[in-house]
């Protein structure tokens, strides 16, 4: 589980952790999953006001560390080059969504 974690990592950084990740639940084969609570840029049915937040913690990354917000496509992007066959988006903590991602 990783909880606020790849939003401070740059796109590289982010795979290799999400690739150590795979790493570790392929043991179990198809039955592990990573679960990530993290936030999803420009989910549908977002609020205005949840969308400026997140821009504002977008910000906020670029400058105190290496790493940023992301936008649904972007975390399938780093998925699928980590090595991942799928994952579910679930919005379900106001800013914070829940990912869950399968070998």
């Given at each position: ?7 401070a990592?740059?796109?590289e ?9 795979k ?8 039955e ?6 993290d ?7 977002e609020?205005?006001?949840?969308t400026?937040a ?10 105190v560390?290496t790493?940023?917000?992301r936008e649904?496509?972007?975390w ?8 991942f066959?799928?994952?579910?988006i679930?919005?379900i ?6 990912i869950?991602?399968?070998?």
């Amino acid at each position: 589980m990783l909880q606020l974690v790849l939003h401070a990592y740059s796109d590289e950084e982010s795979i290799k952790v999400l690739k150590k990740c795979k790493e570790a639940i392929s043991k179990k084969g198809k039955e592990g999953k990573v679960i990530i609570i993290d936030i999803v840029v420009g989910e549908k049915n977002e609020n205005h006001v949840l969308t400026e937040a997140k821009l504002f913690y977008d910000m906020l990354m670029m400058v105190v560390v290496t790493g940023r917000e992301r936008e649904e496509k972007e975390w399938e992007k780093l998925f699928l080059e980590a090595g991942f066959s799928h994952y579910k988006i679930t919005n379900i903590f106001g800013l914070r969504s829940l990912i869950e991602v399968y070998p």
